[in-house]
């Protein structure tokens, strides 16, 4: 399996606080079955993009690690407008591995529209975007509300990536194995294969995903079943605090029809 998405570049973000924890993130994963982590710091107000020191670190890991698991850099990229202004000013800067496919990030509890403009431009520019777990947890660790939207947007079809987001051994550990299992469970092996295997790989290598399945009820605006209102007050009191999430202001209506467009991409946590 290939995980485009993990903290293990050690003191940079809120991922790993240092070289030990880095280690022994990568032998778990390696354990779990990971053959290749993208490696991804956080772009964001709180934890700026320090590009030599993540550079640094990441080929420290690279010799450490000696062929155990394979390695790429991208970046956690959360869609600021300095962010943004400096991705278009060097093309493909944060992209996995430089080629083109870029992990976003948007705030907790609100998308502005002026995100899909911004979108728009970066797409302009060379990056096909692969937005980041917009739910927040296959199977109920970020609460009933994820578990339900996540699996609802797994039956529609409208998922490309599964990924750790990894950022310890502890909470946030680089296991995948569990959610491979349980979409092959759910929605059949090859299902499993193309978003833990498949597709990462086109990511790495900056190629076309291959021939995807149609995604229903996206441009017919079939209402999802999902109802966030019934698990709002709930949420809110136990919703997981996630360091470096700036929140933006409110979205419109009809901004989830934009967010999936061609050449956008869904990636969920399990």
Request: glycine letters at 6%.
């Amino acid at each position: 399996m290939i995980d485009i998405h993990n903290h293990l570049i050690y003191g940079v973000d809120d991922g790993s606080p240092d070289l030990e924890t880095s280690l022994a993130m990568a032998q778990e994963a390696v354990a779990d079955g990971i053959t290749h982590i993208v490696c991804t710091p956080h772009a964001s107000g709180r934890y700026p993009y320090e590009a030599r020191l993540i550079e640094t670190r990441y080929q420290e890991l690279r010799e450490l690690l000696n062929g155990q698991v394979e390695l790429s850099l991208g970046c956690d990229f959360h869609m600021t407008a300095e962010n943004i202004y400096d991705a278009m000013a060097n093309p493909l800067r944060y992209s996995i591995g430089g080629k083109g496919y870029l992990l976003i990030e948007f705030g907790n509890t609100a998308i502005p529209p002026q995100l899909s403009d911004a979108m728009l431009m970066l797409q302009s520019t060379g990056y096909t975007l692969i937005i980041t777990h917009p739910e927040r947890s296959l199977y109920g660790r970020f609460g009933k509300m994820a578990e339900i939207f996540s699996n609802e947007l797994l039956e529609r079809n409208w998922v490309h990536f599964l990924a750790t987001d990894a950022h310890n051994t502890q909470w946030r550990a680089p296991h995948l194995k569990k959610a491979y299992n349980y979409v092959a469970k759910r929605a059949g092996e090859e299902t499993a294969r193309r978003l833990c295997v498949t597709n990462p790989q086109a990511a790495v290598e900056g190629a076309l995903l291959p021939a995807q399945p149609e995604p229903m009820g996206l441009w017919e605006r079939v209402p999802l079943k999902f109802h966030a209102k019934r698990f709002a007050a709930s949420h809110r009191k136990s919703e997981p605090k996630e360091p470096g999430n700036e929140a933006p202001s409110a979205t419109k209506p009809g901004l989830l029809k934009r967010l999936f467009a061609r050449k956008r991409r869904v990636s969920l946590q399990p």
